[in-house]
């Protein structure tokens, strides 16, 4: 190692040559015995001093306790990097508690049969999320390159994320901008709150794109992207989300309340998905559109308005 390396962690150092692997993956990999310095065993948090001599092997992928399972998957596109999946309502993306399979992930195992692992597992990437009861557009890494890639641009917000949405009520204007802090609520810890004295900035531009009497068809784009940012962001401006049990009281309108119980999920749906390639460089777009549970639900409410 070279002077300009002197008092530096090894997993710093490593992290600064290697592009290609994050810092936590390879703090693990050091943890887990796969770099070595002088020859000798290394921790991630030593120090490294000029003419020391660091080796750093990548790891075997290793399978996880994660099952394939054949599950039916709406593959936009693919290729040897990456996959975007139209997700459906009801799908949950990644296993966790009370969801240990029939997951996207559990699907996505079954589908690709190219996956080169993510920090060290046979798994595929989830760079980003979206909520069960949510449908839309995902793109799902299937490499450390692509993950570390496609992640970078999430955390500074180079990706474009249009959502659909159907709401109670009408917003104060055609178009707008609100931006809000955003973290867990104090007094309920499953739900997100903007009236928080600190928490991460969340940013959302909004549109309304049909006028539906009692209710409203709007668009949201997301400047940042944080965990139920629109329903958070829609319900504070006086426009729950259809159907969502957790930022929206049942509304007073007996027509509204019985589309949003037919719908059974909040009316939200992910259409358009942007961003740059993280091999080719190239801009890719793309759009599809609601499924045909909230199209049902538009069509009773322009009912209404008829």
């Known amino acids: 190692m070279g002077a300009d390396c002197a008092g530096q962690r090894l997993d710093v150092v490593l992290a600064l040559r290697i592009a290609e692997v994050s810092r936590t ?33 990548l790891p075997a992928v290793r399978s996880v306790e994660l099952v394939a399972q054949e599950i039916p998957l709406r593959i936009v596109y693919e290729d040897s990097h990456l996959v975007v999946v139209d997700k459906p309502a009801g799908l949950v993306v990644h296993p966790a508690a009370g969801h240990q399979d029939g997951t996207l992930v559990n699907a996505l195992l079954a589908h690709c049969h190219d996956l080169r692992g993510i920090g060290g597992e046979l798994r ?8 069960k009861d949510t449908s839309g557009l995902l793109v799902v ?15 500074i917000h180079r990706i474009r994320r249009i959502y659909e949405a159907l709401v109670a009520g009408r917003p104060a204007g055609v ?10 609520d104090p007094y309920d810890r499953k739900r997100f709150s903007i009236k928080v004295k600190t928490g991460k900035r969340a940013v959302t531009g909004w549109r309304l794109v049909e006028e539906l009497g009692r209710a409203s068809r ?26 969502d049990a957790t930022y929206g009281r049942p509304p007073r309108d007996e027509d509204l309340r019985a589309i949003g ?35 049902a639900a538009l069509a009773a409410l322009r009912k ?3």
Do not use: Y
């Open 25 to 57: 993956q390879l703090s693990r990999h050091i943890a887990e015995g796969a770099a070595t310095l002088n020859g000798g065993p290394a921790a991630p948090s030593q120090k490294v001093r000029a003419g020391d001599v660091v080796a750093w092997t």
């Open 124 to 131: 595929p990437g989830i760079v980003h999320r979206i909520d």
């Open 141 to 155: 890494a299937k490499d450390d390159a692509t993950m570390n890639a496609l992640g970078a641009d999430f955390k």
């Open 175 to 184: 178009s707008g901008r609100i931006e809000t802090l955003h973290g867990r």
């Open 218 to 243: 709007m668009e949201a784009e997301l400047e940042t992207g944080r965990t139920h940012q629109v329903r958070v962001h829609f319900a504070a401006m006086g426009c729950p989300l259809l159907g």
């Open 261 to 295: 119980k037919q719908l059974g999920r909040q009316a939200l749906h992910a259409r358009t998905l942007g961003f740059r390639h993280p091999a080719s460089g190239k801009w890719m777009e793309f759009e599809c559109p609601p499924p045909e549970d909230f199209m």
């Open 304 to 306: 209404l308005v008829a």
